[in-house]
């Protein structure tokens, strides 16, 4: 059942390379203090999440985050309070 919502909500996952984009991405997660059970959650609830780029979507989000005064658990807590936000345009959506 989880793998039909991955496959419909992110068919990108069969031809992405787990080593160049879901791995790394993983490990930041794993950085930020975001254990396995959590993880697991999150990709359940936005499968593209494993699949957006460290240097062109995370980083900047997470750099965002911080400049509005949050600390890292209150990242995390946003993360995974809204997985969504890490897909979301900075510009077009987030930053007024």
């Known amino acids: ?3 039909r919502k991955v496959v419909v909500a992110c068919p990108m996952a069969f031809y992405s390379s787990l ?8 490990a ?10 959590q993880v697991a959650k999150l990709v ?10 460290l240097e062109g979507v995370w980083n900047p989000k997470l750099q965002w985050l911080k400049e509005l005064g949050m600390d890292d658990s ?5 993360i995974t309070k809204f997985p969504q936000l890490i897909g979301c345009s900075l510009e077009e ?4």
Not at 30 to 36: M, P, R, T, V
Not at 74 to 78: A, D, I, K, L, Y
């Open 93 to 96: 959506k987030l930053k007024p």
């Open 19 to 26: 080593e160049e984009t879901s791995k790394p991405v993983v």
């Open 74 to 78: 209150q990242v995390v807590m946003t």
């Open 1 to 3: 059942r989880d793998v």
């Open 44 to 53: 359940a609830r936005f499968p593209p999440l494993v699949f957006c780029s």
């Open 28 to 37: 930041r997660m794993k950085e930020l203090g975001i254990n396995d059970s």
